[in-house]
């Protein structure tokens, strides 16, 4: 038995779910999700908890039985909590602003990109440099927060460009003069 897909998912008050045609949908204070079940995978509903129930002992049906779970858990905290990433920018010049739902970055290129707000996601900016970026759907926060690092990464000799916080760089030591 998978341990994670045995935990049951645990409804707020606030949150309903509807399960039909094997697609499963969560509505809460802070939005609507609907994810599609795989197959072999049930999901029951008892109350105020979810339990995820797979058809048979089949690898692929024990593969998707947590993978299910995992899915549902965070959906029923998204719609409730949401979910946050922070990034820092890092280098002399770089900077980021807000105007309207576009994200401006300069980023030491010879041009600023503008990043259009993915749909569900809000992007605030604190002093210029760090981001936090919010949501109700964790894997779109998730890619957001990637493709916002992917325009920058940080650099391995100076450390400049787009991190997530608190995230660590070991610097190379570069080139040494010759004596």
Do not use: W
């Not at 949150?15 to 499963?24: D, F, W």
């Not at 999901?43 to 049906?61: C, M, P, T, W, Y």
């Not at 039985?65 to 990034?87: C, D, P, S, Y």
Request: charged fraction near 25%; glycine fraction near 12%.
């Amino acid at each position: 038995m998978s341990r994670i897909g045995k935990l049951p998912v645990t409804l707020p008050s606030g949150v309903s779910v509807n399960v039909a045609e094997g697609v499963v949908r969560v509505k809460g204070p802070k939005g609507e999700l609907s994810q599609r079940v795989a197959a072999g995978v049930t999901i029951e509903q008892e109350g105020n908890l979810l339990k995820v129930v797979r058809a048979d002992e089949s690898r692929q049906f024990r593969s998707n039985h947590g993978l299910t779970r995992a899915l549902v858990n965070n959906m029923v905290q998204g719609v409730t909590k949401g979910f946050e990433r922070r990034l820092e920018i890092q280098g002399v010049g770089f900077k980021s602003e807000v105007k309207g739902k576009t994200l401006v970055l300069s980023l030491g290129y010879s041009h600023t990109i503008e990043f259009p707000f993915p749909p569900g996601i809000t992007i605030d900016v604190e002093k210029g440099t760090k981001l936090s970026i919010k949501g109700s759907d964790r894997q779109i926060v998730g890619e957001t927060a990637a493709k916002l690092r992917g325009f920058r990464s940080p650099d391995s000799y100076k450390g400049k460009g787009v991190r997530n916080e608190g995230e660590h760089i070991k610097l190379k030591a570069g080139k040494t003069a010759k004596k």
